[in-house]
């Protein structure tokens, strides 16, 4: 189970800086907005997994999370912090040591039901 936020804002600011649970899955949320499709992110992953070790590193998803972050307004650069907090939660629901995260490990993460308004034929 999810913890709750203690307080959660009657409004939320016009950039999005994660800071709660709740802030990190909006967060979450909007980097699906910018990536638009999962095959995005896997070819994002694919080129920033240059020797083929198989996903990201955590300094690796740092730099991918910083990169989309630049490209939207709504969203603000995360800090180490808030990097470290959105590591936990992509490793969280996948089976792995840790060490790295695969394309479909942060397809499932980014994508999951909570954040796809639409199924996979579009908009109901």
């Known amino acids: 189970p999810m913890p709750v936020a203690a307080k959660i804002p009657a409004t939320m ?16 949320t909007h980097l699906a907005a910018v990536l638009k499709t999962p095959d995005r992110l ?14 990201l590193s955590k300094r690796q998803f740092g730099k991918l999370i910083t990169v989309l ?6 969203i603000s650069i995360p800090s180490a912090e808030n990097l470290d907090q959105l590591w936990k939660m992509a490793i ?11 394309a479909n490990q942060l397809v499932a993460w980014i994508f999951s039901e909570k954040s796809v308004e639409m199924s996979d034929e579009g908009p109901m």
């Not at 896997?42 to 996903?55: L, P």
């Open 69 to 74: 972050s630049e490209k939207s307004d709504k």
């Open 13 to 28: 600011s016009e950039t999005t800086t994660p800071t709660q649970q709740n802030d990190m899955e909006a967060f979450r």
């Open 42 to 55: 896997t070819q994002a992953v694919k080129q920033m997994d240059r020797k083929k070790k198989g996903g």
């Open 92 to 102: 969280e629901g996948s089976q792995t040591d840790g060490a790295r995260l695969s």
